[in-house]
């Protein structure tokens, strides 16, 4: 039998890790868009500093807010059959921009609906093309 000890200071470490590359994957997905397209804006000042406010107020609401939006929506999500869970984020980057204010302004829902395609894009390919084969190797948890 096998006894395995966890370090708790390390399973910390590496969740704060993994939410750190999530972080920098999102930023670079506003960043991107932003830079691509006239719907979205983001100031340039700083240095793409309020790409990373943008992107950390994501964070801060999908894990507060957005569960308690997705249990009051669950009837109609399950009528829609989940079709109504992208207007969940869309919501999320609404907040988002009604709390930057000018620093950060959609133009239009079909901008935020690309955008959090594309957030959904990217979690996708950085946990199967990242998170898992670090977690294979053992070195993050």
Known sequence: MKVFFINSN??????????LMYLFGHTIVLISVSLLFESLYISNTYFGLYGLIATIMISILNATIKPVIVLLTLPITGITLGLFYPFINVFILKIVDFLLGNNFELRGIWIAFFIALLISIMNILMDSLIIKPLLKKGEIL
Do not use: Y
């Not at 390390?10 to 939410?19: E, G, L, P, S, T």
């Open 10 to 19: 390390k399973v910390r470490a590496d969740n704060f890790i993994q939410w």
